[in-house]
């Protein structure tokens, strides 16, 4: 709703705290009940949220907006990224 009514800072604020939220809160509820175990990170997963959140920072500071080519380019790296873990979990 933020976004339709143009408070486009809203609206990120709303995705990066709910993703915040979930990954410090449930994640420590699930890690308190029965410890985690971290495995299967490899250097490329760790590569690709590195150059995700460059681009997004890149993105965002451009005019404190992310346009829709801008968004796009974010959809197709995302697919990618995906595509590649497919094939590499197959092969």
Known sequence: M????????????????????NIFFILGVCATVKP????????VDFAALTASVLLF???SRSSYKLSR???????????????????NKIA
């Not at 009514?5 to 990066?16: D, E, F, P, R, T």
């Not at 080519?69 to 697919?79: D, H, N, R, S, T």
């Open 57 to 59: 920072w890149l993105f």
């Open 36 to 43: 985690l175990a971290v495995t299967g990170l490899t250097a």
């Open 69 to 87: 080519p801008e968004g796009w380019v974010m959809i197709w790296a995302y697919a990618l990224y995906l595509g590649w873990l497919i094939l």
């Open 2 to 21: 933020a976004a339709r009514k143009g408070q486009s800072a809203l609206a990120i604020g709303n995705v990066v705290g709910s993703n915040i939220f």
